[in-house]
């Protein structure tokens, strides 16, 4: 919302807007009351150093075909030349020059610039080149006889406007008025508002344009009013000026009181040519399906039946209510005599129809946030006031019409409590206190014993309980003066069990060298499939671009798009983990969302994952089972394994399938590890216990087994850890070999046995016992131990 | 005797000068005091002597002679060491600048970085941390939050609606609020918590705008919480998250589900107002949909962007690169 600072001053006495003194202050007191002043702009000035000047000729130029010579006179007899590229100007004509050295409105600096070796003394401006409006077509030409030599501004007698552009919050439809700003201010500052305006006294022969509120529940007030003595003619300058500031176009008399009422008073109104009003009067009616018309912009709209009309007596279509008036009773030059509409309507309703008609107009803005259904009376009479200004003829007529329905708001009284204010607010308030903070702002307050009944003005239908005047108090008050405290935390801050082992998790992945992605949560139709995943998903019903729209249910095709982002990018071997949510359907009131963990390593194996799992396992005091067996859905059929616990699955390990990556065009081999956090970092893990590390020294026993294809490493090593029991206290697996010398179908497997006793040093017969032990039981698997 | 000990003496002694390095040692001691060195020839001489004297005089010649050419010998070899080990550090001498690439830890995310920087600041404020689901139903997301249907500040809110259940039932979250919902029902006061999250806004993407982002959101309910109370929170979080040169202030502002509602904004060492967030008293309709009853407890709840810490941080010029997962860029941080 444009407040424009003559207006508000006109309103209540603030000061000058020439005095930016003034202005910064009002700026912070509009601030401070919650009205957020995002800029204050200073329209209409002139652009220094743009003065006025003749054409004495203009001259072609051989060599330049798009631009010409101008020879000007700015008054002081020097003569200056002026490449320019518009040819609207002819000799004599007084146009705007912009001499050296001036910095335009777009920041653009003028300086001498040589064209062809011949120096131009400045540029001639457009109207838009000044601010003056959207004319770029040519050069203003300002009117004949302009003295020469003088600002641009001076000249044209330009006023300069200080504008406030306010952010308007969602609770306070008043301030899309000039007036409810005011109040504010006023009572902020200790200063009076300007008291309202009075209509004439109507006039005979009474002339009544008839109202018929067939649906009130809708409309629950309609003010007509004939207004006679109209002529259609250009409004003042200066209101001219304020509405240009503050964003609308002026178009005639009528029109632009129309729009000024609404800006000062905050009520909308429409004036119709009462001539072209069949039957001489409204009807306010629900449109019937399907019903159409054509509105003021020119557009024909098509209605429902939850779209409320405003009709002739006739029943014909005249305007959409508080949207937008119909072209057919459009004021025009001829109108002499107006009917003027000013009315209430039902909020909600007036959001459904601008939100289904794509159509939000300054009125449908008001409207929707709930009006002054009192404030019409004010706006009528502004109405007239400010008319009679360009119609010295015009005349009120009695009959004026107010009708209205039952379900006209009416504004509650509200038990307010000081000591609820006080409590909330940690800053003693009393009756006396609150009443002269908010009576100022129109809220009339009457002591009941310790606390007050406050009745709310009819233009803050936002307040209908306690709080909101604790609000009002707080803001009026000002929130600077009530203080800082800190409040007293009983209890320990900290990070829960669960959060705490998610830190740890991420600190041991990037330990491992994984760097942190967020890929975005959603996914194009078929990506699921892409990745050899269940297209099943839950579906966005409104997506941000069309086809964006399920949400994942596997971390797996974000990462892997991740990968194939940066192979692009010439970054191979990238190594990605993501922590986030996935959102598999469910039948539940949510989707069963839960946290999981995805880690990618481009150009790796699947060995490396489960080295990765087999570190988060170990930190983490995890354990699952990992079941080769069980391939996990869009993997590599004979390298990847499910991770289970108990029954349920956790996880999967592995490589992508070749065809997985392929479809998301990555290049390199893929190893996946993917976890349900939800379920894992739930769980409270062991704590490690302490093993004693033992004095005496320890022996180190190589095995290399030739052991079958079909039997899994993580049998072999269970096997020697049961035979060789207690002595053995690590055991690694240095060394696979598949090849030559081996029997077909078979491999080599090489084990480093330490083992130690902690009682004593162990002899060359302990481990020779050992070593048997082990061959019998690795040889019972088919493992046979080689030389 | 007495002399071939003084010359066999002096030669090891003359010897051991001219020795080159420590071998030239080691040759030496076989030489003097080997099984067939010189001195111990000498030695085993000594039952020859004729009387006791003699033996005696020798004996304490050979000892001394031999204790003494014992400490130059180790007085050389230590000298030697110390040379040849000089020698030998010259030659291991490397180029410290002569480094080879070699994987290295990996980064966590901006984003994490601040989410944790700014748990750890309300950690050390006394909070603890909350979270909860991302897709929500319109229940804790906007009605439990005073915003019933046809709410007006409804349309504050892009709202990426869900398919799932009845129409209009579920969305993504556009706000870390519901939480407080959540928090409310299973906690009873007091209650000091964090609630950090992903959040949507169904709106187009920009240099500073996004559709998924990350807010913070913080929650105070007890008895006797005051608005001052969030003032002073709010300065306390300015000064130990941004510096002691940091102050912050509360500007009258409107949210539905807190009342009265402010916008906090802070002040940079050289007097710039920056916008952070919004915040206000819980509103007594949400503490009743939170189970809380609002004559007996009173709180106040804030809560502003996480991207927008790390944006600001960093000073990264589109926040949409946050996003891109591009190693190029999660290799900065």
Known sequence: MKIVHSWLNELVPVGDGVDQAVVDHVADVITNVGLAVEDVVRVGASVKGVITARVVKTERHPEAAKVHRVYVDSGDGIERHVWCGAFNMQPGDVIPLATPGTVMPDGRAIEPKPILGLQSDGMLCSASELGLGTDHSGILILPAGTPLGLPYGEALGLGEEVVYDIDVLRNRPDAFGHLG???????????????????????????????????????????????GGVTVTASPDWMQRRLTAAGMRPINNVVDVSNYVMLETNQPNHAYDFDTLGGGGFRVRLAREGETIVTLDDAERTLTADDLLICDATDRPIGIAGIMGGQNTEISDSTTTSALEAAWFEPAAIMRSALRLGLRSEASARFERGMDPMGIDRGVARFVDLLALTCPDLVVHAGAVDARAPQLPVPPVLR?????????????????????????????????????????????????????????????????????????????????????????????????????????????????EKAGLAAEAVRLVNPLVVGDDLLRTSLRPGLLKAIAFNESHRRTGVALFEIGHVYPPSTDVLPAEYEALGVVLAGADATDAVAIWRELATAMGWGARLDQGNVPAGMHPARSATLSLGKDAIGSVGEVHPDVAEAFDV?????????????????EPKVAQWKATGRFPSSDLDLAFVVPLTVAAEKVDKAIRQAAGGLLVDLSLFDVYRGTGLPEGSRSLAYRLRLQSLERTLTDDDVAQLRAKVEAATKKMGAVLRG | MIDQIHTAREHAMARLAQATGSDDVRVIELEVLGKRGSLTDLKAGLGKLATIEEKKAAGQALNEATAAVADALQARLAEFRRAERAVQLEVERLD?????????????????????????????????????????????????????ADHPARSMHDTFYVDHGTPGSTVLRTHTSPVQIRVMQQLTPPIYMIMPGRVFRNETTDATHLAVFHQIEGLVIDRGITLADLAGTIESFTKAFFGEGFTSRLRPSYFPFTEPSAEFDIRTPKGDWLELGGCGMVHPNVLRAGGIDPEEYSGFAFGFGIDRMAKERHAIGDVREMYTNDIRFLEQF
């Open chain 1, 667 to 683: 290049a390199e081999r893929v190893a996946v590890l993917e976890l349900n956090l939800t379920v894992l970092l739930a769980a």
């Open chain 1, 416 to 528: 307010v409590r000081p000591a609820r204010v006080s409590a909330l607010l940690g800053t003693a308030f009393d009756v006396a206190a609150i009443t002269a903070l908010i009576q100022a702002i129109g809220f009339e307050c009457t002591p009941q014993g310790d606390d007050l009944d406050v009745a709310v003005p009819s233009w803050r239908p936002d307040c209908t309980m306690e709080i909101d005047i604790v609000e009002e108090v707080a803001r009026l008050y000002g929130y600077a003066r009530l203080g800082k405290t800190v409040p007293k935390s009983t209890l320990p801050g900290g990070l829960s069990p669960m959060q705490q082992r998610r830190r740890r998790l991420r600190e041991v992945l990037l330990g491992l060298g994984l760097s942190e992605a967020m890929p975005h949560p959603f996914l194009t139709a078929g990506e699921l």
């Open chain 2, 96 to 148: 410290l600048t002569e480094i080879m690439r070699k994987p290295g830890r990996g980064h966590a995310h901006v984003v994490t970085q601040a989410w944790q920087r700014l748990e750890d600041v309300f950690i050390g404020l006394g909070f603890q941390v909350a979270e909860g689901p991302e897709v929500e139903t319109d229940w804790y997301n906007f009605e439990a939050l005073n915003m019933p």
């Open chain 1, 181 to 227: 700003v005011a109040r504010d201010v006023a009572a902020k500052l200790g200063l009076a508002l300007a008291a309202a305006p009075v209509l004439p006294a109507a006039q005979h022969p009474a002339r009544t344009a008839t109202v018929d509120l067939v649906d009130g529940d809708r409309c629950p007030r309609f003010t007509s009013l004939v207004i």
